[in-house]
């Protein structure tokens, strides 16, 4: 089994910061990428930000510049660091890693932290 656990969301005035975490345990092969995704009512579930097996970031648009994704791979474990805060960025944010399984790319969702950021 795999599995992934969010944590670090909470409410945060506009302006501010929180910093995510999401450890990854269970049967872990060979990891392709992990990631945050992000979803808000009435809205369609969107990549924050997700980091490769080399390294390689990628952002939204909404979010460059104010958000840093980071791994520690000794531990697993992916970040999140969300700084300058606006009321948009209010959401279920859910971690996710895609493994190599046995050859074939697998996903993993968490269930998600939410994030408030109040006016």
């Known amino acids: 089994q795999v599995q992934l656990v969010e944590s670090g969301g909470g409410l945060v005035q506009a302006g501010g910061s929180l910093r995510l975490s999401c450890a990854v345990s269970?049967?872990?092969?060979?990891?392709?990428?992990m990631g945050w995704y992000r979803q808000a009512p009435g809205k369609q579930r969107e990549l924050v930000a997700d980091?490769?097996?080399?390294?390689?970031?990628n952002y939204a648009d909404s979010v460059k510049g104010r958000f840093t994704i980071s791994r520690d791979n000794a531990k697993n474990t992916v970040y999140l660091q969300m700084n300058s805060l606006n009321p948009e960025d209010t959401a279920a944010y859910l971690c996710?890693?895609?493994?190599?399984?046995?050859?074939?790319?697998?996903?993993?969702w968490g269930q998600g932290t939410q994030v408030t950021v109040s006016s």
């Open positions: 996710n890693v895609q493994l190599m399984v046995g050859g074939v790319k697998v996903n993993y």
């Open positions: 269970g049967s872990i092969f060979s990891i392709n990428a």
């Open positions: 980091i490769t097996s080399g390294g390689r970031t």
